[in-house]
């Protein structure tokens, strides 16, 4: 049975600025956080569209959209440290205590450092593709390279380029999607997010950042994480190819991968009622 819901957007005031949200199934029904990736025009909304519906069944479901993706208002400092600030500022705005959590890609680094950072706060985790060091794959990626252009110097044919590395089957690339997300990565806050974080100098610059500090990169201390943790991963995945997933793989102490065939990077669209499935099992153990 299909839970109904609205795709109303709500609103939460913070000391930042305002956040916005989705909400969908029974109040008292347990709750789960969706957190969305990054790219041209990504909202929380058209990641998790598709799966509310599913998820609402048995949960109480709260997507959030991250400060400065042209939704929520920005707010300083580098994009996925304060996506991971917003979520703290969302679950204790919510009175929500602990709650299992689903990342894509980006998504999938901020509850991955929530995991490790504020352990008491992520029941389980959920990941789609994106977390990990290549191991045997070029760095940056393919996808990761068309994304770097397009933030350099946005065009729509470079927006269908990045689209298209996203996906195995290239029909899902329909010209409502690239005018939807044409559209939404045309917003301002949105264009200031994607230069911050995968512009080329911007890129350049953190890399010096974090080698002259001297800082380890966050998948080194995957280790720390202590919920279990559910890898999930387009086996064609051209923005973070599988090998990636060898290194969460061993270093969290309670995980488990599941790689889907003929899908890419957008493993909760391509692969949905797979993925859903695997999802549900998972959460419900």
């Not at 409502?176 to 264009?191: S, T, V």
Request: glycine fraction near 8%; aromatic fraction near 10%; include cysteine.
């Amino acid at each position: 049975m299909d839970v109904t819901y609205d795709a109303t957007e709500r609103e939460l005031t913070t000391e930042q600025g305002t956040l916005r949200y989705h909400e969908a199934g029974a109040p008292d029904a347990p709750p789960l956080i969706l957190l969305h990736g990054s790219g041209p025009g990504v909202t929380g909304w058209r990641n998790y569209r598709g799966n509310l519906g599913f998820f609402a069944q048995t949960h109480r479901c709260f997507v959030l959209e991250f400060p400065g993706f042209g939704v929520s208002d920005p707010w300083e400092g580098m994009p996925v440290l304060t996506a991971g600030k917003s979520v703290i500022a969302f679950m204790n705005a919510l009175g929500i205590d602990s709650a299992p959590m689903i990342g894509n890609s980006m998504g999938g680094v901020v509850g991955v450092n929530l995991a490790m950072k504020k352990p008491d706060r992520v029941a389980k985790l959920v990941t789609i593709g994106g977390v990990g060091p290549n191991v045997y794959s070029p760095s940056p990626s393919e996808g990761l390279r068309l994304l770097q252009e397009f933030a350099d110097d946005p065009d729509k044919d470079k927006l269908i380029r990045w689209l298209t590395a996203m996906v195995y089957d290239r029909a899902l690339v329909t010209e409502e999607l690239i005018e939807e997300r044409w559209e939404a990565a045309m917003n301002a806050d949105a264009l200031a997010t994607g230069r911050a974080m995968y512009g080329s100098a911007a890129f350049e610059m953190q890399q010096k950042f974090l080698a002259d500090a001297d800082i380890p990169p966050y998948w080194s201390m995957m280790h720390k994480i202590k919920c279990p943790t559910l890898l999930t991963w387009g086996r064609d995945d051209r923005v973070s190819p599988p090998d990636m997933a060898m290194v969460p793989m061993r270093l969290i102490p309670d995980a488990e991968l599941h790689v889907f065939p003929k899908c890419g990077h957008w493993v909760m669209i391509e692969a949905k009622e797979a993925f859903e499935a695997t999802v549900a099992a998972f959460l419900a153990r």
